[in-house]
């Protein structure tokens, strides 16, 4: 079981840290006048790109 969680030394580690990283910033709303997916990133503003709409709803990601 141990073998499974192994994970593989620095270079592809190092790769992995920032794509969790970045995702686990990323919250995935959704916009409340044209139902567009808006990611944003921690510390941007509420708004949507597509219409500008300020109020977005967050989405739930599981199923
Ligand atoms: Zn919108």
Do not use: F, W
Not at 6 to 21: E, F, K, R
Not at 42 to 56: S, W
Request: charged share 25%.
């Amino acid at each position: 079981m141990s073998s499974q969680q192994y994970n593989p030394p620095t270079q592809s580690s190092a790769q992995d840290a920032v794509t969790i990283d970045a995702s686990a910033r990323t919250v995935h709303y959704k916009c409340g006048d044209c139902d567009q997916d808006v990611p944003l990133k921690r510390g941007e503003p509420i708004r949507c790109r597509n219409c500008g709409h300020r109020v977005l709803y967050k989405q739930r990601t599981n199923r």
